[in-house]
């Protein structure tokens, strides 16, 4: 299955994901962790350095870029083996990066979602759809707060 392109890169500038930079206390249903997002570079990637503490301890590293001709993309791995190459743009919530991909010999779309965003907190979600985005459904929530406030 070949990757969603980008609907609109209108709104979803080099500068769009900033609102994510800086140090995060995740939680969710049954655990939580920790966030780190730095833009390296000279300015150019996103980079992001993700902590499961609780209950399966795993690391996920992610680096996002903006380009004029082909919008946001994203790499994904993480310590339990996953990697994704995602797209990203403007969503009517805030942002979105998706990737296609075949689960269980069916075509899926996968997406995680920023909505709910503020200076000091926003909320996250992991989806995936099995009718080209149709329905989705949500398979992981997180709460963001950014740490010290």
């Known amino acids: 299955m070949s990757d969603p392109a980008?609907?609109?890169?209108?709104?979803?500038g080099p500068d769009v994901l900033d609102f994510w930079l800086g140090d995060w206390t995740c939680t969710w249903e049954g655990g939580h962790g920790t966030n780190r997002i730095t833009k390296e570079f000279d300015d150019h990637v996103v980079v992001e350095r993700f902590e499961c503490?609780?209950?399966?301890?795993w690391t996920g590293f992610s680096?996002?870029?903006?380009?004029?001709?082909?919008?946001?993309r994203q790499t994904w791995v993480d310590s339990t083996g996953n990697y994704w190459a995602l797209?990203?743009?403007?969503?009517?919530?805030?942002?979105?990066?998706?990737?296609?991909?075949?689960?269980?010999?069916?075509?899926?779309?996968?997406?995680?979602v920023f909505s709910d965003i503020q200076a000091d907190r926003f909320?996250?979600?992991?989806?995936?759809?099995?009718?080209?985005?149709?329905?989705?459904?949500?398979?992981w929530a997180i709460d963001y707060r950014r740490e010290g406030s």
């Open 63 to 72: 680096v996002s870029v903006h380009d004029e001709g082909h919008g946001w």
């Open 87 to 112: 797209h990203g743009d403007a969503h009517p919530e805030g942002f979105a990066f998706s990737v296609g991909e075949l689960e269980d010999d069916r075509e899926v779309l996968k997406r995680m």
């Open 123 to 139: 909320a996250w979600r992991w989806e995936r759809s099995f009718d080209a985005g149709d329905m989705w459904e949500l398979l």
């Open 6 to 12: 980008p609907e609109s890169s209108a709104n979803a």
């Open 53 to 57: 503490l609780e209950k399966e301890r």
